[in-house]
């Protein structure tokens, strides 16, 4: 080391760093500090803000900079070739929504490492089937699930132990197990919500084994507290914010977020499609798949694909049961 700079070269360094007390400029009180505040892994420092951690450790935001900038090269998280990134979106896994019609729509099912927005009216079926991904998520791959577990925000308070017990059941899992295997919160509010995504790194960080992160729905708190135009900024901003920390844990940690929003109808649109998504263009912007859902006859509903990167938009119909999300 020569002015806490490594002396190693960088393909060198980067196969010595697997802890954090590994990383130049940490130091086992640096180290402490990290822990303490949930900063367990290199995967954690990624995703920082050299703001957070310099807070935190009292380092100066340069050298939290060079920390995080040290994080990421040790995780392989800048430039590759297409070579490597193809070969990693190969890897990247699915859950199965139940519905075969909605898997193929969807190119498989739901994906890890990216955002699925479900949106639409009431009762379109949105929490049925994040209650459907919880269950599916444990199933082996070869049914359509990751083997993993399920994390649930529930910013509405709809969130049912008992549908779970029937999903699993009909899916052949034990209940008790398949409910231990979600962990749930309730988000009393937007602040409150934004808290339990940052937990919900530690909590990812500790069982290891998580592929899908829930919030249904993503936009309730934030709409009810910030309402009108005069502080749509500060709500877009703040969503922004959250959105931004929901894509980064579902690139750098394998997982599925599913988010859920309502629609609104937009006075200002006198043809067309006058029904929208509310967050507006903050969510058109986050990568993934957006998925537009509504009712038909009874328990028929209808999803169409907005706006995947990849896939061809498109439609596929589905039926919610007792059993759960399944084809007609
Ligand atoms: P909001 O959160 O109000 O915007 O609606 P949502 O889109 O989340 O709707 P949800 O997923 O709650 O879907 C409600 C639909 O699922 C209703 O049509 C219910 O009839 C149906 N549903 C809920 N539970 C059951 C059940 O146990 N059996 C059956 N067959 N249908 C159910
Ligand atoms: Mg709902």
Known sequence: MVNGKSTMSRPERKHKIKDLTDIPGVGPATAQKLREAGFYSLEAIAIASPEEIAGISGISTSAAQRIIATAREALELGFKTADVIYKERLSVGRISTGSRNLDRLLGGGVETKSI??????????????????????????????????????????????ERIVAMAKATGLEPQQ??????YARAYNSDHQMLLTEQAKEIIEEKGNVRLLIVDSVTSHFRAEYPGREVLAVRQQKLNRHLHTLTRIADIYDIA??????????????????IVAVGGHVLAHVPGARVYLRKLKGNKRIARLVDSPYLPEGEATFVITDDGIRDE
């Open 257 to 274: 977020i599913v988010i859920t929003n309502q629609v609104m109808a937009r006075p200002d649109v006198f043809w067309g499609d006058a």
């Open 178 to 183: 398949a409910l231990k295997n979600i962990v």
């Open 116 to 161: 699925t927005e479900f949106y639409g009216e009431f009762g379109t079926g949105k929490t049925q089937i994040c209650h459907q991904l919880c269950v599916n998520v444990q199933l082996p791959r070869d049914r359509g699930g990751l083997e993993g577990t399920a994390i649930y925000i529930d910013c509405e308070g709809t969130f049912r132990p």
